[in-house]
């Protein structure tokens, strides 16, 4: 088949060839792939509507070579941007999925997206620039406490002021300021203290750099459990283990909602979790959109050539303290947002949301993934944060009632996530969707591989 049929603006004669040997190519691995899927949840759980028509959404999607055509590289970001939009409405339709249960919660799909936000930021550290941060807890925690302090009555006690507030008496007192303000404020204020935290320790390389944010990782929840008298001030600034709460909900007020519409306050809609869910998509596009931009700007390409070569891009001229300043700026920028928000969704923030685990646990997120590949880590970030929420419970409320046990597969969920990493290190080091760069790095032919002395010897001589 010559394509003939397709108009030679979107696809040129020179271009045809390609296009059909790709087609051929992923026609193979996607009906292969749609089989394997049909079978192995057709059988267990029943053949269902909604699970030929994901099948068949997923093929075409996934067996034209869209990137081929002009202006094709948008069609499947377009047709995912809609599927997630449109998740709250279908989502009850869905199929289970064996083992796993039922599709994630709205409710759950919030957390997610959220933790998929931090995981892009610190894949702008990790990922882009090479730096491995251990402390990245501190900057979701500096956007939490952010919005703490001014979307709640804490400072009830000296202040009363209001700005652009929804979902509180005028008369509240505290800081109520609209929370759209605080999640912007909250970024700029943990880039800010992301330039102050690197500028000294961004000297170190490697191990070194890793164990001092390590440090300021395991300083920040102590901060913020005995923050109830900052260094015996008498100081009010956490709340110490009690958190604070309630934190002021999202919403566009009374007059935005009689002109447009759009819900006055998220907790008092019908569908406010619905609107929680949008709100978090809306902030995952627009990191989505910085990652990818970022990537592709000059700033990026240093990044990438300090991964590669500390050393070679000093000597091009890269300047090695500004540029890693500015990964550690956006990756903060990042986390300071989505804990803001985060924040604002659970309407309060806790010391104990703040252990070093949720560093490691968010790392996991972009190992698996695959470091520096944005569509890797959202995958390798919502799979987690899935099992995290959901599907741990849901295995193991499948595994007791199949075996008759049991067991809290919970309580064992950091293990699992350490023998997922293993499994993953061991037999797919790039991560699930490596970057193309990454990828080269692992299975380029004629690369340098570790020998014994051994079999470079040729064996002991007979």
Known sequence: MDYSFIPASLLPPGRRAAFAEQLRYRAIRGGI????AFVGIGIPEGISVSLIAVILVGLVLYVPPWHELRYGHFVVPAAAIVLVVLYPY????LFQIPLLGPFPTVDTAVTMVIYIMMALGLNIVVGYAGLLDLGYVAFYAMGAYTAAWFASPHFGESVTTHIGSVGVNPAAAGFHVSIWIVVAVAGIFTAFVGVLIGLPTLRLRG????IV?????????QIARNGDNL???GFNLTNGAQGINPIDPPGFGERINSWLGLPADYLTVSNGI????WTALVLLLFTVFCSVRLRDSRLGRAWIAIREDEVAAAAMGVPLMRTKTWAYAA??????IAGAYYASFKSGTFPDDFFFNISVFILCMVILGGMGNIWGVILGGGFLAYLNQEGLGNIGAEFNSSFGTDIDVPLYQFGIFGVILVLVMLFRPEGLIPSSRRKAEFHEEGAVHEQYLYDVRGGPEE
């Open 231 to 233: 260094f015996g001030t």
């Open 331 to 336: 990756g903060a920028f990042f986390g300071g």
């Open 274 to 277: 619905n609107w929680f869910y």
């Open 213 to 221: 944010t390590l440090g300021f990782g395991e300083i920040m929840p």
């Open 90 to 93: 279908y989502r009850e339709d």
């Open 207 to 210: 191990d070194y750099l890793a």
């Open 33 to 36: 792939g749609a089989a394997i």
